[in-house]
Protein backbone atom coordinates (compact mmCIF):
# COMPACT_ATOMS: atom_id res chain seq x y z
CA UNK A 1 0.00 0.00 0.00
CA UNK A 2 1.71 3.44 -1.29
CA UNK A 3 1.56 5.65 1.44
CA UNK A 4 1.74 9.95 0.44
CA UNK A 5 3.57 10.87 -2.80
CA UNK A 6 4.95 13.76 -3.45
CA UNK A 7 7.22 15.63 -6.65
CA UNK A 8 9.74 16.56 -6.80
CA UNK A 9 12.21 16.24 -4.08
CA UNK A 10 13.89 19.08 -4.44
CA UNK A 11 13.34 22.27 -6.48
CA UNK A 12 15.72 25.37 -7.25
CA UNK A 13 14.18 28.36 -8.43
CA UNK A 14 15.05 32.29 -8.57
CA UNK A 15 12.86 34.91 -6.89
CA UNK A 16 10.02 35.94 -8.70
CA UNK A 17 9.65 32.94 -10.66
CA UNK A 18 6.24 30.45 -10.25
CA UNK A 19 6.38 26.53 -8.70
CA UNK A 20 3.83 23.77 -8.99
CA UNK A 21 4.50 20.53 -6.52
CA UNK A 22 2.25 17.46 -6.49
CA UNK A 23 0.95 15.30 -3.93
CA UNK A 24 -0.63 11.69 -4.33
CA UNK A 25 -2.46 11.06 -1.14
CA UNK A 26 -2.45 7.55 0.62
CA UNK A 27 -4.91 5.04 -0.79
CA UNK A 28 -8.45 5.38 0.71
CA UNK A 29 -7.84 8.97 1.50
CA UNK A 30 -9.91 11.58 0.13
CA UNK A 31 -8.52 15.01 1.94
CA UNK A 32 -5.20 16.39 1.34
CA UNK A 33 -3.38 19.33 3.50
CA UNK A 34 -0.70 21.44 2.70
CA UNK A 35 1.78 22.48 4.87
CA UNK A 36 5.17 24.54 4.79
CA UNK A 37 8.24 24.00 7.43
CA UNK A 38 11.03 26.12 8.03
CA UNK A 39 14.20 25.08 8.92
CA UNK A 40 13.93 24.36 12.69
CA UNK A 41 10.71 25.02 13.13
CA UNK A 42 7.17 22.88 12.73
CA UNK A 43 4.96 22.66 10.14
CA UNK A 44 2.72 25.72 9.28
CA UNK A 45 -0.71 25.22 7.95
CA UNK A 46 -1.38 26.83 4.47
CA UNK A 47 -5.00 25.20 3.26
CA UNK A 48 -6.91 21.70 3.43
CA UNK A 49 -9.00 20.77 0.33
CA UNK A 50 -11.54 18.30 0.67
CA UNK A 51 -14.13 17.57 -2.75
CA UNK A 52 -11.69 19.02 -4.59
CA UNK A 53 -12.49 22.77 -2.83
CA UNK A 54 -10.24 24.58 -0.67
CA UNK A 55 -11.64 24.14 3.13
CA UNK A 56 -9.57 25.84 4.86
CA UNK A 57 -6.85 28.43 4.91
CA UNK A 58 -3.69 29.52 7.30
CA UNK A 59 -2.55 32.54 7.13
CA UNK A 60 -0.32 32.90 4.07
CA UNK A 61 -0.92 35.16 0.79
CA UNK A 62 -2.85 34.68 -2.45
CA UNK A 63 0.20 34.25 -3.99
CA UNK A 64 0.16 30.78 -2.62
CA UNK A 65 -3.12 28.17 -4.36
CA UNK A 66 -3.93 24.63 -4.72
CA UNK A 67 -6.02 22.49 -6.51
CA UNK A 68 -7.71 19.35 -5.93
CA UNK A 69 -8.04 16.69 -8.76
CA UNK A 70 -10.92 14.02 -9.11
CA UNK A 71 -8.73 11.43 -8.00
CA UNK A 72 -7.99 13.15 -4.84
CA UNK A 73 -4.39 14.16 -5.98
CA UNK A 74 -3.44 18.18 -5.01
CA UNK A 75 -1.39 20.80 -6.57
CA UNK A 76 0.39 23.51 -4.37
CA UNK A 77 1.40 26.29 -6.66
CA UNK A 78 3.63 29.25 -5.27
CA UNK A 79 4.01 32.49 -7.64
CA UNK A 80 6.43 36.21 -7.64
CA UNK A 81 8.56 33.50 -5.62
CA UNK A 82 10.60 35.42 -2.30
CA UNK A 83 13.55 34.08 -0.52
CA UNK A 84 11.15 33.31 2.46
CA UNK A 85 9.72 30.96 0.43
CA UNK A 86 12.73 28.35 0.77
CA UNK A 87 11.32 25.51 2.81
CA UNK A 88 10.39 21.86 2.68
CA UNK A 89 6.51 21.51 1.52
CA UNK A 90 5.10 18.85 3.33
CA UNK A 91 1.48 17.10 2.21
CA UNK A 92 -0.26 15.08 4.38
CA UNK A 93 -3.65 13.07 3.48
CA UNK A 94 -6.48 11.99 5.49
CA UNK A 95 -10.07 10.75 5.52
CA UNK A 96 -12.60 13.78 6.10
CA UNK A 97 -14.44 12.81 9.29
CA UNK A 98 -16.82 15.92 9.82
CA UNK A 99 -17.03 17.01 13.87
CA UNK A 100 -14.32 14.63 14.74
CA UNK A 101 -10.23 14.52 14.49
CA UNK A 102 -8.63 14.31 11.59
CA UNK A 103 -5.73 11.97 11.54
CA UNK A 104 -3.18 13.44 9.21
CA UNK A 105 -0.20 10.82 7.34
CA UNK A 106 2.94 13.32 5.44
CA UNK A 107 4.77 12.57 2.37
CA UNK A 108 8.46 12.60 2.65
CA UNK A 109 8.39 16.87 1.35
CA UNK A 110 9.43 18.80 -1.50
CA UNK A 111 12.89 21.23 -0.40
CA UNK A 112 12.03 24.61 -2.34
CA UNK A 113 14.94 26.56 -2.49
CA UNK A 114 14.48 30.04 -4.12
CA UNK A 115 17.83 31.97 -5.02
CA UNK B 1 -4.83 31.81 20.30
CA UNK B 2 -4.41 28.46 20.04
CA UNK B 3 -0.58 27.30 20.30
CA UNK B 4 1.55 24.39 21.53
CA UNK B 5 4.75 24.81 23.41
CA UNK B 6 7.35 21.85 23.56
CA UNK B 7 10.03 21.36 26.14
CA UNK B 8 12.81 21.11 26.10
CA UNK B 9 14.18 21.78 22.35
CA UNK B 10 16.75 19.39 22.67
CA UNK B 11 17.55 16.29 25.14
CA UNK B 12 20.39 14.27 24.70
CA UNK B 13 20.45 11.06 26.56
CA UNK B 14 22.29 7.65 27.10
CA UNK B 15 21.35 4.65 25.46
CA UNK B 16 18.55 2.94 28.12
CA UNK B 17 18.29 6.63 30.40
CA UNK B 18 14.76 6.61 30.16
CA UNK B 19 13.46 10.24 29.83
CA UNK B 20 9.91 12.46 29.10
CA UNK B 21 9.21 14.84 26.60
CA UNK B 22 6.10 17.71 27.44
CA UNK B 23 3.77 19.09 24.97
CA UNK B 24 1.60 22.12 26.38
CA UNK B 25 -1.28 23.41 24.70
CA UNK B 26 -3.87 25.91 24.79
CA UNK B 27 -6.97 25.68 22.36
CA UNK B 28 -10.64 27.10 22.90
CA UNK B 29 -11.45 22.99 22.84
CA UNK B 30 -9.07 19.89 22.09
CA UNK B 31 -10.76 17.76 18.96
CA UNK B 32 -7.96 15.48 19.15
CA UNK B 33 -3.67 15.82 20.04
CA UNK B 34 -1.08 14.13 18.03
CA UNK B 35 2.72 13.05 18.42
CA UNK B 36 4.76 12.71 15.14
CA UNK B 37 8.79 11.51 14.51
CA UNK B 38 10.72 13.65 12.15
CA UNK B 39 13.95 12.14 10.85
CA UNK B 40 16.48 15.07 9.48
CA UNK B 41 15.23 16.08 5.31
CA UNK B 42 12.11 13.51 5.62
CA UNK B 43 8.24 13.95 6.37
CA UNK B 44 6.84 13.44 9.65
CA UNK B 45 5.79 9.72 10.81
CA UNK B 46 2.55 9.03 12.55
CA UNK B 47 2.46 7.86 16.22
CA UNK B 48 0.35 8.62 18.43
CA UNK B 49 -3.54 10.34 18.42
CA UNK B 50 -5.20 11.56 22.21
CA UNK B 51 -8.49 12.98 22.63
CA UNK B 52 -9.13 12.72 26.20
CA UNK B 53 -7.50 13.37 29.22
CA UNK B 54 -6.53 10.29 30.61
CA UNK B 55 -6.34 8.67 27.45
CA UNK B 56 -2.61 6.62 27.19
CA UNK B 57 -1.32 4.84 23.94
CA UNK B 58 2.06 3.06 23.44
CA UNK B 59 4.06 2.05 20.70
CA UNK B 60 7.33 -0.22 21.68
CA UNK B 61 9.63 2.07 23.96
CA UNK B 62 7.14 5.04 23.26
CA UNK B 63 4.15 5.87 25.58
CA UNK B 64 1.63 9.05 24.98
CA UNK B 65 -0.07 10.33 27.71
CA UNK B 66 -2.62 13.57 27.90
CA UNK B 67 -4.54 15.60 30.79
CA UNK B 68 -6.20 18.55 29.93
CA UNK B 69 -3.31 21.17 29.61
CA UNK B 70 -0.31 19.08 28.58
CA UNK B 71 0.74 15.78 27.05
CA UNK B 72 3.87 13.88 27.72
CA UNK B 73 5.75 11.33 25.48
CA UNK B 74 7.62 9.00 28.04
CA UNK B 75 10.27 6.72 26.26
CA UNK B 76 11.89 3.79 28.26
CA UNK B 77 15.70 2.53 27.44
CA UNK B 78 16.21 4.81 24.61
CA UNK B 79 18.23 3.19 21.58
CA UNK B 80 20.16 5.77 19.18
CA UNK B 81 17.49 4.52 16.51
CA UNK B 82 14.98 7.03 19.00
CA UNK B 83 16.89 9.82 17.61
CA UNK B 84 14.85 11.71 15.74
CA UNK B 85 12.66 14.84 16.63
CA UNK B 86 9.82 14.45 18.24
CA UNK B 87 6.65 16.79 17.16
CA UNK B 88 3.29 17.81 18.64
CA UNK B 89 0.40 19.03 17.31
CA UNK B 90 -3.27 20.01 18.10
CA UNK B 91 -6.52 19.58 16.32
CA UNK B 92 -8.90 22.88 17.59
CA UNK B 93 -12.70 22.57 18.06
CA UNK B 94 -14.05 23.81 15.05
CA UNK B 95 -11.06 23.03 12.85
CA UNK B 96 -11.73 21.07 9.51
CA UNK B 97 -8.60 19.57 10.06
CA UNK B 98 -5.76 22.46 10.80
CA UNK B 99 -3.04 20.84 12.51
CA UNK B 100 -1.07 23.20 15.31
CA UNK B 101 2.28 21.99 15.75
CA UNK B 102 4.98 23.01 18.22
CA UNK B 103 8.72 23.30 17.56
CA UNK B 104 9.80 20.22 18.26
CA UNK B 105 12.25 18.25 20.62
CA UNK B 106 15.58 16.84 19.05
CA UNK B 107 16.33 14.07 21.11
CA UNK B 108 19.96 12.48 20.62
CA UNK B 109 20.38 9.14 22.62
CA UNK B 110 24.05 8.39 22.54
CA UNK B 111 25.61 4.56 22.53
Known amino acids: DAGVTQSPTHLIKTRGQQVTLRCSPKSGHDTVSWYQQALGQGPQFIFQYYEEEERQRGNFPDRFSGHQFPNYSSELNVNALLLGDSALYLC??????????????FGPGTRLTVL | EDQVTQSPEALRLQEGESSSLNCSYT??????LFWYRQDPGKGPEFLFTLYSAGEEKEKERLKATLTKKESFLHITAPKPEDSATYLC????????????FGKGTKLSVKP
Open chain 2, 89 to 100: AVQAEGSQGNLI
Open chain 2, 27 to 32: VSGLRG
Open chain 1, 92 to 105: ASSVFHRGSYNEQF
